[in-house]
């Protein structure tokens, strides 16, 4: 397992502060007690910080029509909505909430072209409140699968997640499971698809980003 590349400088940055505040401890007066304790907080916070930037490998099913989970969480919500941004009709919304425990990684759902990508400022309600995904900081991608299936994902910031990144752009070719962005400290992740698609996870159902098939698209 690696550490994913959005971590790298501010563990590198916090691993030296705590280096720092420690060794002036050590060289000071202060009791035993004292640096033992604050020595014991800086080991568990440090590894704290350490496993959310954790980045393991996942292998991705093959398959034509699969859906794959675009994130590791539980899945919050399954149900019949209308997404008014792009896809503009009724379809089937898979939620899935990324505690800051989980690995926040984000990897595309399908094998498909970009064919709408935009950033939306916002607010940080709670990523499980039901406007966080239209009111919330987010970005919306949709893929036109092989099949010329779109399927919308939406990355959406949560209370403690302040920074969205996503690293595609209109015009880029993905393939299922592949990385596509991060969010940090704790998010959501939508997936819009057909209103025929086959479902198969159920709400409280914990996901494997990358490797766990959560759908599957008919054929046209």
């Given at each position: 397992?690696?550490?994913?590349?959005?971590?790298?400088?501010?563990?590198?940055?916090?691993?030296?502060?705590?280096?720092?505040?420690?060794?002036?401890?050590?060289?000071?007066?202060?009791?035993?007690?004292?640096?033992?304790?604050?020595?014991?907080?800086?080991?568990?916070?440090?590894?704290?910080?350490?496993?959310?930037?954790?980045?393991?490998?996942?292998?991705?099913?093959?398959?034509?029509?699969?859906?794959?989970?675009?994130?590791?969480?539980?899945?919050?919500?399954?149900?019949?909505?209308?997404?008014?941004?792009?896809?503009?009709?009724?379809?089937?919304?898979?939620?899935?909430?990324?505690?800051?425990?989980?690995?926040?990684?984000?990897?595309?759902?399908?094998?498909?072209?970009?064919?709408?990508?935009?950033?939306?400022?916002?607010?940080?309600?709670?990523?499980?409140?039901?406007?966080?995904?239209?009111?919330?900081?987010?970005?919306?991608?949709?893929?036109?699968?092989?099949?010329?299936?779109?399927?919308?994902v939406r990355q959406i910031a949560g209370a403690l997640a302040k920074r969205i990144k996503c690293y595609v752009k209109e015009g880029d070719q993905l393939h299922a499971g592949e990385e596509f962005g991060f969010i940090k400290f704790g998010s959501r992740v939508d997936v819009f698809l057909p209103l025929d698609a086959e479902i198969l996870v159920n709400i409280g159902d914990?996901?494997?980003?990358?490797?766990?098939?959560?759908?599957?698209?008919?054929?046209?």
């Amino acid at each position: 397992m690696t550490i994913h590349k959005e971590g790298r400088r501010l563990l590198l940055t916090l691993l030296l502060i705590l280096f720092a505040l420690n060794t002036g401890l050590w060289l000071s007066g202060v009791t035993d007690w004292l640096r033992w304790g604050v020595l014991a907080a800086s080991v568990f916070f440090y590894l704290l910080i350490l496993q959310f930037f954790r980045h393991p490998k996942r292998h991705t099913p093959t398959g034509e029509g699969l859906v794959i989970a675009p994130a590791d969480g539980k899945v919050v919500v399954i149900e019949e909505t209308e997404e008014p941004e792009c896809l503009k009709g009724k379809c089937r919304q898979i939620s899935i909430f990324m505690s800051p425990f989980n690995v926040h990684v984000n990897r595309s759902p399908v094998e498909g072209c970009v064919r709408y990508y935009r950033y939306h400022e916002g607010k940080y309600l709670v990523a499980w409140h039901p406007k966080s995904s239209t009111e919330n900081e987010r970005t919306t991608l949709v893929l036109e699968t092989p099949q010329k299936q779109l399927v919308l994902v939406r990355q959406i910031a949560g209370a403690l997640a302040k920074r969205i990144k996503c690293y595609v752009k209109e015009g880029d070719q993905l393939h299922a499971g592949e990385e596509f962005g991060f969010i940090k400290f704790g998010s959501r992740v939508d997936v819009f698809l057909p209103l025929d698609a086959e479902i198969l996870v159920n709400i409280g159902d914990k996901t494997k980003g990358g490797e766990q098939i959560i759908a599957r698209l008919k054929s046209s």
